[in-house]
């Protein structure tokens, strides 16, 4: 009985870690692009200059943080730019 309880263990960690790791990579279509400068704070799709992983931004507006948004928008938004800031 142990046994079936470890393997279902196993297997609805390894589902949920899958689902994770699918939610927090952006996937940059064709219809997409990277827009740094504009992320809030903790909401950043991927690694900076500072830390490895998405959604670890210090504060707002860190110039090495991106977010996806739709080709075309980044311009739009105040502070916005297609390449990393120091």
Avoid: R, W
């Avoid at 470890?6 to 692009?33: F, H, N, Q, R, Y």
């Amino acid at each position: 009985m142990k046994k079936n309880h470890i393997a279902a263990t196993t297997a609805i960690s390894g589902i949920i870690a899958l689902g994770a790791a699918m939610v927090t990579t952006p996937a940059l279509a064709g219809d997409k692009e990277k827009c740094y400068g504009v992320a809030a704070a903790g909401h950043n799709d991927c690694a900076t200059k500072m830390n490895s992983c998405a959604g670890h931004a210090k504060m707002d507006n860190q110039g090495d943080a991106f977010i996806a948004v739709p080709k075309g928008l980044c311009a739009k938004l105040s502070g916005g730019s297609l390449t990393p800031k120091s």
